[in-house]
């Protein structure tokens, strides 16, 4: 039987209250925008133009993408001057000071493709403009080849000897040393060529994890044309299930509506289980191809290296997490009983635990809470947050439409404001992930605003910290406001689900991404049936007992792109890890902790991603960043279990 909770009066809750009070005060704001009710089918013409981004700050048109793109590859051949003389201080200089203005231009039109592309998957023209640019910035970075060689061919002492004689050097002098950090990584004149023609993405000089590899253009482009079948809803009426509306679907209160969701997006990833396997394959024995050439033993290593971090860190993450899998079985077992339902079964982990309690926040009220949740990060983040989150201001696109790409994510390049990309469709969890991605928007907007371009862009084991920061103390801000049993119980189990499917989960697609890669490296094909093996077992283990597997759940690996990211999803674990130790942190010391944090973001990667995160109290060599994770974990638990035994 289900753990019947107390019915409460529908506007009697603080929370409630604090809502009201939030959609009066923002009533003003709220006429200003026009109405609007998220639909993921409507026409992207549907959406009012407030809710839509503005790309006008890199192109105002395709036309001056294109006049822009002409330039460039007009400029590119200017760079060869310099080759043969970067011995010299000051052409030495004026080569990098070159060289990164062009790249800077090429990355304003990568973004502003794929910003268009996000928008509009089908468009045939958006697509053509991300090839067009990616094709320029090979371009550029295969002109470039020398630069490295040239650098990395400099004596030991000739950095700090090159700032000296060129004091104008100093802002690349991070760049260089990175490069020269790992100089027995380089291969010959012929073998650099060839390798940039195939396009190595080993080298730090320019974050190729944001360029897709074509394995990864083939997957998106197998996403956006699957064949999803029409579901019904919990009213009974055909609806045409997306990658947009799945997630909404997925956690239905409706049992049918859910698991007709899950079905229908796994049983038509079945249908396409080879041409996905294939593509993933593709993409493992590249990464694997390009780490042996650089003489590493593992992928794992060459991808970690290249942001100086030691495969250490990524074990002590999996093996403290693991430790801990007792914690996440409790949970599952926890939701059968609080659902009253026979077994735990994959579409029954996102549905709300705590029926009725869940409330709509619009989009004019997420504008009201997140500047006041986040107040404790001080006056500048709040200014710029509430700048970013005006619709006016352009940083914003909002809803869900057809066509458009699931999910969320910031983009930004070095320059104008950064970009946030959202399906909002005016849920807790929504706001949540207002909060995440505009972590990363200001993580990046205070970087390029303390750094010089060479050094505001900031390594993966950093990406993810200021997102989960942000979400850690909106979670801490709407549990201080409310003492209602039953919402205090929904947003403690937010908590649980933001540490389960951040921490746990991640690590477990952690822990596929690294045996999928040993697999190759080892020699075993990477089949349909062992990347299915693979993924199942890790969920029967990272769930336990109390977890029924269902016939198709171990084809979501297919449905992640994240696998083609070259070992990233390691770093939302360790972000979130991060982002509670440094919440804990500012909420205990305050204004210290806040500086010390600020400086974290505004470093960007002018130091070693560890050292900048030990700036901020966080070190992620030990365990002890993970451990307070699943005691906190742990603590809300106890309470969510203590609250339902009154």
Not at 378 to 407: A, C, F, I, Q, T
Request: charged share 25%; aromatic share 10%; net charge negative.
């Amino acid at each position: 039987m289900p753990l019947k909770l107390p019915e409460k009066p529908p506007m009697k809750s603080p929370l409630a209250a604090f809502l009201l009070a939030l959609l009066a005060f923002g009533a003003l704001r709220a006429a200003e925008l026009p109405a609007y009710t998220p639909d993921s089918n409507a026409p992207r013409s549907a959406v009012p133009a407030a809710y839509t981004w503005d790309v006008s700050p890199l192109f105002a048109s395709d036309a001056d993408f294109d006049q822009a793109l002409v330039k460039l590859r007009q400029d590119i051949p200017a760079l060869a001057q310099f080759a043969g003389r970067l011995s010299d201080p000051a052409a030495l200089f004026n080569c990098l000071d070159r060289y990164f203005q062009l790249h800077l231009d090429a990355n304003k039109l990568t973004l502003y493709a794929n910003l268009r592309q996000n928008i509009a998957l089908t468009d045939d023209t958006a697509g053509a403009l991300v090839q067009r640019s990616l094709a320029a910035m090979d371009e550029l970075m295969q002109a470039a080849t020398f630069i490295r060689r040239e650098m990395l061919a400099l004596p030991a002492g000739a950095v700090p000897a090159a700032v000296a004689a060129e004091p104008r050097l100093q802002p690349y002098r991070a760049y260089i040393e990175n490069l020269q950090r790992r100089s027995s990584r380089v291969l010959s004149a012929d073998a650099e060529r060839a390798l940039g023609l195939l396009g190595d993405n080993l080298w730090a000089e320019i974050d190729l994890n944001e360029l897709p590899s074509g394995y990864e253009d083939t997957h998106g482009a197998i996403m956006s044309e699957l064949p999803l079948p029409q579901i019904k809803d919990a009213a009974g009426k055909e609806v045409q299930l997306t990658l947009s509306n799945y997630s909404r679907l997925r956690a239905s209160p409706d049992r049918e509506v859910r698991r007709a969701a899950v079905a229908g997006l796994f049983g038509t990833l079945r249908k396409h289980e080879q041409s996905l396997a294939g593509t993933l394959a593709g993409q493992i024995k590249l990464d694997v191809a390009y780490a042996r050439a650089r003489g590493y033993d593992t992928a794992l290593a060459a991808y970690l290296d290249k942001d100086n971090v030691s495969p250490a860190v990524y074990d002590n993450l999996v093996n403290t997490v693991n430790a801990h899998l007792p914690l996440l079985h409790r949970y599952i077992a926890l939701r059968r009983q609080i659902l009253g339902l026979p077994d735990v079964r994959f579409y029954d982990l996102y549905i709300p635990l705590v029926a009725g309690v869940e409330k709509d926040i619009p989009f004019a009220e997420a504008q009201k809470i997140l500047p006041a949740a986040l107040k404790p990060l001080g006056e500048e983040y709040g200014r710029r947050l509430v700048e970013g989150l005006d619709p006016k201001n352009g940083w914003l696109d909002l809803y869900p439409h057809k066509d458009k790409r699931s999910g969320a994510f910031s983009a930004s390049t070095y320059g104008p404001h950064p970009w946030v990309f959202m399906n909002y469709q005016n849920s807790l969890d929504d706001m949540s992930t207002l909060a995440h991605e505009y972590g990363h928007a200001l993580h990046s907007d205070l970087a390029m605003k303390a750094q010089s371009y060479p050094d505001y862009r900031y390594t993966t084991i950093l990406a993810e910290i200021a997102s989960t920061c942000n979400e850690t103390l909106l979670s801490d801000y709407l549990l201080a406001r409310t003492n209602d049993r039953a919402e205090r119980i929904y947003l403690l189990v937010e908590r649980l689900e933001s540490i389960r499917q951040t921490i746990f989960r991640q690590t477990m697609f952690a822990e596929f991404e690294r045996a999928v890669h040993t697999l190759h490296e080892q020699g075993v094909p990477l089949t349909a049936g062992k990347l299915e093996e693979t993924y199942r077992d890790l969920v029967k283990r990272y769930y336990g007992p109390g977890f029924t597997m269902g016939e198709d759940d171990g084809l979501e690996w297919a449905y992640i792109p994240h696998f083609y990211y070259k070992y990233y999803v390691y770093a939302y674990a360790t972000g979130l890890s991060s982002g509670i130790a440094i919440a804990d942190r500012v909420r205990e010391l305050g204004e210290p902790a806040v500086q010390d944090y600020l400086g974290m973001l505004k470093g960007g990667c002018a130091q070693p991603p560890l050292e900048l995160l030990k700036s901020a109290g966080v070190d992620l060599t030990t365990p002890a960043p993970i451990e307070s994770a699943m005691r906190s974990f742990e603590r809300t638990l106890d309470e969510v279990e203590s609250l339902l035994a009154k």
